[in-house]
């Protein structure tokens, strides 16, 4: 079992990130879509390679396209998805949080 230590040094090492959810909005299959779609995809990309973002899961639903985990602020996160081609076409609505996370966590090769 986890000893109340072990939580407490765990907690000790949290950083604050911010978690953007990508919704599919109402122009989701609009003229033009996979082009647009393709660009999000290029930028996403770019913004992991340069480590704004830490973690990117496409999702594979009608309804959630996307968790991003970024390394900014919650206001400096919003800004960078509301420039986001999809975003700006209503393809995509972005919703971003604060969240805490701990270095070093990554998903299993």
Excluded at 25 to 47: I, K, Y
Excluded at 56 to 70: D, F, K, Q
Excluded at 75 to 82: F, G, N, P
Aim: hydrophobic content about 45%.
């Amino acid at each position: 079992p986890v000893t109340d230590e072990q939580i407490r040094q765990l907690a000790a090492t949290a950083k604050a990130y911010s978690l953007a959810l990508l919704w599919w909005g109402p122009e989701r299959h609009m003229d033009g879509a996979e082009a647009t779609e393709l660009e999000h995809q290029r930028r996403m990309v770019s913004l992991r390679a340069e480590g704004t973002i830490a973690i990117l899961c496409p999702v594979g639903s009608e309804t959630l396209a996307g968790v991003v985990i970024m390394n900014l602020p919650p206001d400096e996160a919003r800004a960078l998805m509301d420039g986001d081609p999809c975003v700006r076409s209503g393809m995509m609505i972005s919703e971003v949080h604060a969240c805490h996370g701990f270095p070093g966590d990554a998903i299993p090769a």
